[in-house]
């Protein structure tokens, strides 16, 4: 007696001889996810993801506010210290920036008690940059309402203020590794 060969159960024309080793279906390529433990189907990894969303409904409002009151501080803090300092003002900036940004990750995640869930961490991220925005909105209307484009220059460093907080944020929150 001749054994048929395996399908993987998510594309019938695609012969395979792997398995998920946690339910045991026959996965191809396409589908196999390389885990620590082996190989796991999209469906046991989907499942498995439910069980790391431990946030609440209003665990989103908390961080999204705490990001942004720390980022509107740190923004208008940043302004009035950095105005007068010339090229050393770029080392401020990033310096600042990335401390900020992990200052409010560390803050976010006491607050919401270390619950977890990846549209929390978009929404704390958020919260900085509206924080990080506020203090700018009148050159940021001077600019794109009013047509002054010469104070596009000036709008180049709460970007990056803005992008490397929010950035550092993200990262710190979410627990992404680089360099693995």
Known sequence: MTEQPMVCYRHPTKET??????????ICAQCARRT???????????????VFVTARW???????LTAMILALIAALLVGLLGSGLGLFFIFIIVAAATAVGSLI??????VVGKRRARPLFITATAGVVVGGLIPNLPLLVTV?????????????WPG???FLAASTTYVRLSGIQIGR
């Not at 209003?58 to 999204?64: G, M, R, V």
């Open 160 to 162: 990056v203020f803005i």
């Open 105 to 110: 990750a560390e803050a976010v995640r006491r």
């Open 144 to 156: 794109f309402l009013m047509g002054e484009l010469g104070g596009l220059l000036a709008l180049l």
């Open 58 to 64: 209003y665990d989103y409002i908390t961080a999204f």
């Open 17 to 26: 001889t792997l398995r998920c080793n946690r339910c045991d279906k026959p």
């Open 36 to 50: 620590p433990t082996g190989y796991r189907c999209p469906d046991c990894i989907r499942e498995m993801g439910k």
